[in-house]
C-alpha cells in the first residue's frame, strides 16, 4: 500500500456458513422493513417476508449463529441467535431480519464464542412491530 498499491477489500464480516441441510441467512435476509416513526418519537418497524421465507414459516429449519444470552446461568432456553459474530456487548447491532428469538425445548450450553446450530419450528412474527421478525420454537442443539 505505501507503494501505490491498494488495501485488500475482502469482507471478513460474514453470516455464519449455512449448516448442511440447513437455511441460509440470505433466505432470511431477503426479508425486507417497513418503518414509521410513532408519535412518541420511536422507530417502528414491520417484516416484509419474501416469498422464500413465507414457504418456511411452521416448518422445522435448522440455522448456525452466534448466541446472545438473555439469562445468566450455564445453559440458555431462550436466546437470541444472531446471523453475524457480535460486535460491541453494550450495543445490539442486528437489523431485525439478521437474528432469531430462540425458545428451545433442550438448553444450550452458554457460550457466545461459538456457532450454535439450532434446529426448531419457525414462527414469522413482527406484524406487532416489536422488531422481531423471527422466532424458533422447539429448538434443540442440532
Sequence with gaps: MQNGGKAPTADVWKPAATPKGGTSWAVLESTKEKTRVGKDGYIYSKP???????????KRIKVAGWMTPLENGARQKRFVLLAYPPGCPFHFHAMPNQFIEV???IPFPTD???IHIVSGIL???GQD??????RLKAASPS
Design 103 to 105: 425458545l428451545a425445548d
Design 123 to 125: 414462527e414469522l412474527t
Design 112 to 114: 457466545e464464542r461459538k
Design 48 to 58: 416484509l417476508f419474501s416469498p422464500a421465507v413465507k414457504s418456511l414459516a411452521g
Design 129 to 134: 412491530e416489536s422488531g422481531i421478525f423471527y
